[in-house]
């Protein structure tokens, strides 16, 4: 089992900046990638960006050139620098952290089976 705790978030006004901070436990050895998603009040969860054990990242179009995903393998835990924030990315941010067998794409939020309990982002002037 892994256990993940998210920390970072607040109310940021537009053109701002915030960075989370998600810490695992556990059975860390065993994790290959881990992620950040967000879910927005009426709408589903979303990828925002992952990053690999090899240090792969990706990114949702929509935050490409604005966020920054980082790990620090030290600690146990993986950051997500927030640039330029939004209006739109108002949303809960969920870190979640895969574990095998690895049946689904990086992309693919049925890959990770071990989630956060959310940390509220709100941009907003």
């Known amino acids: 089992q892994v256990q993940l705790v998210e920390s970072g978030g607040g109310l940021v006004r537009p053109g701002g900046s915030l960075r989370l901070s998600c810490a695992a436990s556990?059975?860390?050895?065993?994790?290959?990638?881990m992620g950040w998603y967000r879910q927005a009040p009426g709408k589903q969860r979303e990828q925002v960006a992952t990053?690999?054990?090899?240090?792969?990242?990706t990114y949702a179009d929509s935050v490409k050139g604005r966020f920054t995903i980082s790990r620090d393998a030290a600690k146990n835990t993986i950051y997500l620098q927030m640039n330029n924030l939004k209006p739109e990315d108002t949303a809960v941010y969920y870190c979640?952290?895969?574990?095998?067998?690895?049946?689904?794409?990086?992309?693919?939020?049925?890959?990770?089976?071990?989630w956060g309990q959310g940390t509220q982002v709100t941009v907003s002037s």
């Open positions: 979640a952290a895969d574990q095998p067998p690895f049946l689904h794409s990086y992309a693919d939020s049925r890959r990770y089976n071990s």
């Open positions: 556990g059975s860390i050895f065993s994790i290959n990638a």
């Open positions: 990053i690999t054990a090899g240090g792969t990242t």
